[in-house]
């Protein structure tokens, strides 16, 4: 098993250290969970290969898993199995039932240790490491959630063999926006499909945005790069999370006033078999009336990641009465 050394991230105050590991078959998975929390999708494929002595529950993945009902679910399972505070949790899957899986691990008796197996690309370059858990509820994403980091996140490229090419195209979107705020280099890993590569260039940058603010209160901001529109996509039309994100980039350079660099970030993700135009017109009052209930508006207007070129991003304070009109302009960017 190869310890990628650099990826280890000591959590400031009293939250553990995430270690991530490298291993070249499911099989090397190295755990101590009493339990195994994992994708139905992935228990069908690879599960006979993963942790085979761990009581499991399964959980149908996709975006619809992220549910409160399933998180009593999970709960009821936790209770079943006498998890306690000296138990570990593992959850094996995409970025949802890790969401799901971890918010479980965080608020059963306060948090108990936790283990993450990404299997997806998306999950492996982004979800797995900062910590955030989340539920969708009332129409809205990402709206309840906790900081709890897995202390061990074990990366294995083997899984994505099974993974269509759609939901590696989502993976990609994370990974451009990730070069877009702090490491253009990971392009070249995308164009070549060097997936370790990629994941590996993916959370150096992200490790070290969240060590500075694991909270997510100033610079962590920057990860949210085309996510405000892009969630408001995501509940709006049948989108994955990647394609939505997607989308949301060209838009949100478009409303920092980068014309130019709109254009190119939609050249490249466009080349990268991402959507660059929304499957159907979407007004700026449709989508406005999702973004102002969302985390990332305060009584100031709502905060914008702005891309200005590669490695160039701001955070702007957008008010209120400027809002429909810039984001009038920016939709036009993706319009079909
Ligand atoms: N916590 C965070 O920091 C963070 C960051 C980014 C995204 N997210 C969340 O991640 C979610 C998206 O995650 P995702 O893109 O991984 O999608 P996903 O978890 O919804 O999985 C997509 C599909 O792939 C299937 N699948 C998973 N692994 C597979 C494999 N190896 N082979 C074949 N099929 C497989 C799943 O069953 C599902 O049908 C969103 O809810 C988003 O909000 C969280």
Redesign the pocket.
């Known amino acids: 098993m190869a310890v990628l050394a650099p990826l280890s991230f000591t959590w400031p105050g009293e939250t553990p250290v995430s270690r991530v590991r490298l291993v070249s078959a499911p099989e090397e998975v190295d755990s101590r969970a009493a339990l195994l929390v994992i ?4 228990e069908t ?1 690879w599960g006979a290969r993963l942790l085979l002595n761990t009581p499991r529950v399964v959980i149908p ?3 619809e898993c ?1 549910t409160p009902h399933n998180l009593e679910k999970l709960w009821k399972a936790f209770s079943e199995e006498g998890i306690n505070r000296e138990s570990t949790v593992c959850v094996a ?5 890790c ?1 799901l899986g971890a918010m479980a691990a965080s608020t059963w008796m306060r948090g108990v240790r936790l283990e993450l197996v990404p ?2 690309l ?2 492996m370059v ?2 797995c490491l ?1 910590g ?1 858990t ?1 539920l969708n509820t009332h129409g809205t ?2 709206q309840v959630g906790t900081f709890h980091p897995a202390e061990d996140i074990t990366i294995c490229s083997a ?2 063999s ?3 090419e759609r ?1 590696l195209q ?1 993976g990609f979107s ?1 990974a451009v926006k990730t070069a877009v705020i702090g490491d253009p280099g990971i392009l070249d890993f995308i164009r070549n499909r060097d997936f370790e590569g990629v994941v590996f260039r993916c959370l150096s940058v992200k490790g070290d945005i969240v060590l500075k603010d694991p909270h997510d209160r100033g610079i962590r901001r920057l990860l949210n790069l085309g996510h405000t529109l892009g969630h408001a996509l995501e509940m709006l039309l049948p989108l ?3 394609e939505a994100v997607a989308l949301g980039m060209p838009a949100a350079a478009r409303m920092g006033g980068a014309e130019g660099f709109a254009r190119e970030l939609a050249h490249v993700l466009a080349s990268f078999g991402l959507p660059v135009l929304l499957p159907r017109p979407v007004s700026a009052g449709e989508a406005l009336s999702l973004i102002r209930r969302d985390k990332k508006t305060g009584s100031a207007g709502t905060t914008w990641v702005v891309p200005r070129g590669w490695g160039d991003c701001g955070l702007v304070a957008i008010p209120p009465e400027r809002e429909e009109t810039l984001l009038e302009g920016a939709l036009r960017v993706i319009r079909p």
């Open positions: 994708d139905s999708r992935v494929l993945g996709g975006e992220k899957g995409g970025g949802s039932v969401d299997t997806t998306l999950c982004d979800a900062g955030k989340a994403k990402n899984f994505l099974t993974l269509p939901e989502a994370e994955s999370h990647g």
